[in-house]
């Protein structure tokens, strides 16, 4: 079946840097759109990025435009989400989903892998 299994999450002082990671198996990855999700305690899940199939179209929220950024390696199986000047806004359960149902961009996801926590320390 399919599983996807984030890693990377920790905890870092505001200004910091943290490299998530996706990693995929049974499914033919190549074919699948892989979005990042975050839900901070209190609030609902939100989309934070997403990457096309080829790798060759991304999106993102606009409070993350300019710090993160979404890459894929097919070879690997693995996405990447980079993020940059982290803020504490920005700590929350990091989730990540693959889908291959619709078109790019899309916030229906088929598939959620189990979370990786992220926390941003003032």
């Known amino acids: 079946q399919v599983q996807l299994v984030e890693s990377g999450g920790g905890l870092v002082q505001a200004g910091g840097s943290l490299r998530l990671s996706c990693a995929a198996s049974?499914?033919?990855?190549?074919?699948?759109?892989i979005g990042w999700f975050r839900q901070a305690p209190g609030k609902e899940r939100e989309f934070v990025s997403a990457?096309?199939?080829?790798?060759?179209?991304?999106d993102f929220t606009d409070s993350v435009k300019g710090r993160f950024t979404i890459s894929r390696d097919n070879a690997k199986n693995t996405v990447y989400l980079q993020m940059n000047s982290l803020k504490p806004e920005d700590t929350a359960i990091y989730y990540c989903?693959?889908?291959?149902?619709?078109?790019?961009?899309?916030?229906?996801?088929?598939?959620w892998g189990q979370g990786t926590q992220v926390t941003v320390s003032s």
């Open positions: 990457i096309s199939w080829s790798g060759k179209s991304t």
């Open positions: 049974g499914l033919i990855f190549s074919d699948y759109t």
């Open positions: 989903a693959a889908d291959n149902r619709y078109h790019f961009p899309t916030y229906e996801y088929d598939h």
